[in-house]
């Protein structure tokens, strides 16, 4: 294979072409066959129902080269029922897991010469998508849907990786209703952040972090990830009916259990971030965002984290642990990653 010239080291978290992506049509009643192609643009009805009624859902997942020059790819498993459980909240045709998990690999195998080197520092993103396809006026479910898989290889979705920054709390914008689509990876989510993230970014913040929108009491999640934070040897995260089930939270807590920390998903109290040794972001994108400080934009407080701009010990350790198993430097003891061969 001849492989292209990019500088791995220096990847932003953005997208670059690569060989081939994945697509499935859903027709009939029934999902068709995959199928790879070139083409990189999608030809659809001007009245289908992702751009009108917005079902549309998608998933976010790595593959990493390992040490011993073996192709992972990180909970693959997860992603395909998390999916389907957003199809599910908006009415469409769920994507089969043993098909998701094909389509993975497929896609992974066609374009194996752009997953970065080991200690690039670099992964390959992998961004499955599921859109309403069929032309209707009227607001009711599709009967037709396209599944599109395709990859990119990036960069830490932090410029300067794993290191503090501050957030910031802000009342006057909600993510997703308490019983809504707050639970589900759909876009709407996403575009009903981008005004808060934007404003939060303007004042030196990497992003916002909501309060639960029914009492303005409890801390939910940021745009983009779950929050949680470490207290004593406790591994506190929010547990709210409007966050999205982080994979890489999931994660995290499984690993915190293991080395003998207490777990607890509960609300959490904004007042209680003055109680906390440490709090972090995660997502599959950045996996860990340390937390520098919290500053509360309404009443004017600051909750610090890191007085030294340095990541916390226990958010060191799970970071470096979680990396460890993504890339084959340690055993994979929970079975959480697939080997492409």
Known sequence: ?????????NLSFGYMPTDVNVRC?????????????TDTHISIHMAATCLHYGQEAFEGLKAFMGKDGKIRVFRLDENAKRLQSSCRGIMMAEFPEDKFRDAVILAVRENRRF???YESGASLYLRPLLIGTSAQVGVKPASEYEFILFVTPVGPYFK?????????IMREYDRA??????????????AASLVAGDHAHRLGYSNIFYLDA???KYIDECGAANFFAIKGNTYVTPKSTSILPSITNKSLMQLAESMGMTV???????EELAEFDEAGACG?????????RIDDYDTKKSYVFSKDGKPGKVCEKLYNKLRAIQYGEEEDVYGWTTIIK
């Open 177 to 190: 209703a308490p019983l809504g689509t707050g639970i589900y990876k759909v876009g709407g989510n996403y």
């Open 284 to 292: 599959t994108a950045a996996v860990i965002s340390p937390i520098e």
């Open 25 to 37: 049509t859903y027709k009939n009643g029934e999902w068709g066959e995959l199928r790879t192609t």
């Open 160 to 168: 300067g990786g794993f290191q503090t920054t501050p957030f910031v």
């Open 1 to 9: 294979m001849e492989q292209p010239k990019i500088d791995w080291s």
């Open 115 to 117: 997953v970065p080197p």
């Open 214 to 216: 029914k009492e303005k």
């Open 264 to 270: 607890e998903r509960r609300h959490i109290p904004v």
